[in-house]
């Protein structure tokens, strides 16, 4: 009872952490929760409650009780933390969830049915490590992420020792959480599955230095991304791991390559949509927040503009929006970009991927895990 006590006391303490800086989107379309709710009921397994038994573990009590000190400060590890507990969003659940709907809609192969016993398919999937790995992987990066650059650090984020404490956590809370990643995919006993996932830990490595390195230039005026290197870019930080995971899940199941490769393409479009949709919200809905506007020189509807623009226009529109202290103001800059084409060119891109996303799994037989995936490929696609 002691440690169920500790365990909800530092879920509470967390909670009372200042909500100041979140690496999680805010973006899903407003139907998204209630079709991903619907899609677990078929697959009958909670998803969330991987984060669940992950935060219940002795190692991240310890971890958590660590982190208590932290509370006051505005480091990114509170918010991480509290994500994993209120993911009222499903951001972190909905990878999981695709890849246990994948295994479920298109099903055992004949070869599969064969060679394993029946106590090794619930509820049509075989098997669930799989999803809890994807999981895992995830959130370790994003624990990863939330190391902060101390270099900027002022006395407003909180004590400078409290700070540099919250990135040597985040750095062994993620390290803790791919170690469990990797013996989760070690006892999966395919080799080929091992290569596409640890490929995948490999594209978002490369993915977040591209993006760490694109934030750090994030108001200069270089023209050295476009639509082309953005979905390149973004591919490998938001969709290779989905992607190679529907793969694996069909590759567990003994599919032959044309149905990992519309599994593949599947997660690829989808991850796409997803953060296409996610970089248009600011642009597409009326916020009634009093807090500041802001958004990165190189999300999609940005990039998109200056392409159009070009690069000569595109740097007298930063300088007319640039108040008289040089801060740039963004809403006046948001109200540029919209008079352009840039916005409804990122919604026909992030359409075009969702019909991707719907036309690879067409050849799966009907059934309600392909309904739900249908589902979700069209909610990416509403704003």
């Given amino acids: ?49 991987v984060s669940l038994r992950c935060l219940l573990s002795d190692e991240l009590s310890n971890v958590a009780m660590h982190v208590r000190k932290l509370v006051g400060t505005k ?80 006395n407003s984020d909180g004590p400078l020792k409290d700070m540099q404490f919250g990135n040597k956590m985040s750095v ?36 977040n230095y591209h993006e760490i390195h694109n934030s750090l230039e994030d108001n200069s005026l270089t023209d050295e991304i476009n639509m082309v290197t953005w979905e390149e870019q973004t591919f490998l930080s938001h969709g290779a791991l989905l992607a190679k995971s529907c793969q694996a899940a069909m590759e567990l199941a003994k599919h032959d390559k044309d149905a990992q490769g519309l599994a593949y393409k599947y997660g690829k479009h989808l991850s796409l949509g997803h953060k296409l949709n996610s970089d248009l919200q600011l642009f597409v809905k009326s916020s009634c927040s009093a807090d500041p506007v802001t958004f990165s020189f190189n999300s999609a509807p940005v990039v998109f503009h200056r392409q159009i623009v070009g690069q000569e226009r ?56 392909r309904s739900a995936l249908e589902n979700i490929a069209r909610a990416v696609t509403k704003f």
Avoid at 124 to 143: K, Q, S
Avoid at 181 to 191: V, W
Avoid at 323 to 340: V, W
């Fill in 75 to 154: 480091h990114p590890l509170l918010s991480t933390a509290r994500g994993l507990i209120y993911d009222s969003r499903n951001n972190l659940r909905m990878r999981g969830l695709v890849v246990l709907l994948m295994s479920k809609a298109a099903g055992p192969s004949q070869h599969t049915a064969s060679d394993h016993l029946p106590q090794d398919m619930v509820s049509g999937i075989y098997p669930r490590n799989l999803a809890e790995v994807t999981e895992l992987i995830h959130t370790a990066f994003l624990v990863h992420r939330g190391i902060i650059n101390l270099k900027e650090w002022t």
């Fill in 1 to 49: 009872m002691d440690i169920i006590w500790f365990r909800l006391s530092c879920i509470s303490l967390l909670n009372r952490g200042q909500r100041n800086i979140s690496i999680f989107s805010n973006a899903t379309p407003s139907n998204f929760n209630k079709v991903v709710s619907d899609a677990e009921k078929i697959v009958g397994y909670p998803t969330s409650f």
């Fill in 172 to 207: 062994l809370s993620g390290d803790f959480l791919l170690a469990n990643a990797c013996t989760g995919l070690a006892q999966l006993n395919n080799t080929k599955v091992v290569e596409l996932i640890s490929s995948a830990i490999g594209d978002l490595v490369q993915g």
């Fill in 314 to 369: 595109w740097c007298h529109q930063l300088q007319q929006a640039k108040t008289i202290g040089r801060q740039m103001d963004y809403t006046k800059l948001r109200s540029t970009i919209k008079l352009e084409k840039g916005v409804t060119s990122t919604i026909d891109l992030c359409r075009y991927h969702g019909n991707k996303a719907l036309e690879s799994i067409q050849c799966f037989p009907s059934s309600e895990a």
